[in-house]
Nanobody
């Protein structure tokens, strides 16, 4: 079994920055069993939307248009951890942020392509 644990959420003013982390646990050499990881977010009362993804072996990334140029997804192979650096935050970035892991080939924005999910971490952008 694989567990994903997010951290780094909180309250920040518009224009500020936050860095989220998602650590994987529960299976040795997890990197050998996964294709990629992603971040999704879900504002209150709305659907869960794609934010960014990274293919683990080659490091290629993909972003939602709404976060391009402001957010950066990255990975640490040694720690089996994925990060989301969020800059120039806006109130519309508010929501619960979830990390997800895909074991096989995946289409970045397809929720159903991801096999494991974290519990989520709240990000609130407000003055």
């Amino acid at each position: 079994q694989v567990q994903l644990v997010e951290s780094g959420g909180g309250l920040v003013q518009p224009g500020g920055s936050l860095r989220l982390a998602c650590a994987t646990a529960g299976r040795t050499f997890i990197r050998n069993y996964m294709s990629g990881m992603a971040w999704f977010r879900q504002p209150a009362g709305k659907e869960r939307d794609f934010v960014a993804s990274i293919r683990w072996n080659i490091g290629s990334t993909f972003y939602a248009d709404s976060v391009k140029g402001r957010f950066t997804i990255s990975r640490d192979n040694a720690k089996n951890t994925v990060y989301l650096q969020m800059n120039s935050l806006k109130p519309e970035d508010t929501g619960v942020y979830y990390c997800a892991l895909s074991r096989d080939d995946f289409t970045p924005a397809r929720i159903e392509d991801y096999d494991y999910w974290g519990q989520g971490t709240q990000v609130t952008v407000s003055s």
